[in-house]
């Protein structure tokens, strides 16, 4: 049971480039969720997902896409990489509500230069 | 909306020594609520969780919390803390009809000899 996987670990873009960050899980949650991680700001909402498409928009949306074609992936798209993008990403999901708690993935550290 | 406020950034505590970390939070309702922690490079892992019932959580590694409605608290305990315990801890909430978490700025613990 590999639990959520999110590749790559690192990566390295240039102002402009656009990327995807993967995230998949095997534990058959219906709700995923893209969060960054800023120093002193804790997390903070990209999007999630209640299900197999059905995506929503958190606090931070700006410059990101989602998309779920199926319960197991939910990639996180950055359409033009900008340094204020620079971050740490997780990706996390749950059963039915937030009352179980999430798992989370190692994250992707993201450096835009 | 809720919201969850950690007032310690940092705490630095002796090995062996006891460890409490505060967390506060805004919710109408009776909230879901959560203690994290973050390894060095690691992903979140959830330590324990209240929703209903007992106050007083047992979680893993010997930590426990406790519930105070009137204070709209959360604050974690551990008796005797390891150099092992060293890393960032995050509070989280949660609603009863909703997926979504709302989670503090973190507090980082670092644990002397």
């Known amino acids: 049971n590999a639990g959520v996987t999110q590749t790559p670990k690192f990566q390295v873009l240039k102002t402009g480039q656009s990327m995807t960050l993967q995230c998949a899980q095997d534990?058959?949650?219906?709700?995923m969720s893209w969060y960054r991680q800023d120093p002193g700001m804790g997390l903070r909402l990209i999007h999630y997902?209640?299900?197999?498409?059905?995506?929503d928009q958190g606090e931070v949306p700006n410059g990101y896409n989602v998309s779920r074609s199926t319960t197991e992936d939910f990639p996180l798209r950055l359409l033009s990489a900008a340094p204020s993008q620079t971050s740490v990403y997780f990706c996390?999901?749950?059963?039915?509500?937030?009352?179980?708690?999430?798992?989370f993935g190692s994250g992707t550290r993201l450096t835009v230069v | 909306a809720q919201s969850v406020t950690q007032p310690d950034i940092h705490i630095t505590v002796s090995e062996g020594a006891s460890l409490e970390l505060r967390c506060n939070y805004s919710?109408?309702?009776?909230?879901?609520l959560f203690w994290y922690v973050q390894s060095p490079g690691q992903g979140l892992q959830l330590l324990l969780k209240?929703?209903?019932?007992?106050?007083l959580v047992q979680g893993i590694k010997g930590f426990e919390a406790e519930f105070k409605r009137s204070q709209s608290s959360f604050n974690l305990r551990k008796p005797s803390v390891h150099w092992s315990d060293a890393a960032e801890y995050f509070c989280?909430?949660?609603?009863?009809?909703?997926?979504?978490?709302?989670f503090g700025a973190g507090t980082t613990v670092t644990v002397r000899a």
């Open positions: 209240y929703f209903s019932g007992d106050t």
């Open positions: 919710y109408g309702a009776t909230p879901y």
């Open positions: 534990m058959n949650h219906e709700y």
């Open positions: 997902s209640v299900g197999a498409g059905i995506t």
């Open positions: 996390a999901s749950s059963y039915e509500q937030a009352n179980y708690g999430y798992t």
């Open positions: 989280a909430v949660g609603a009863s009809n909703d997926y979504k978490l709302s």
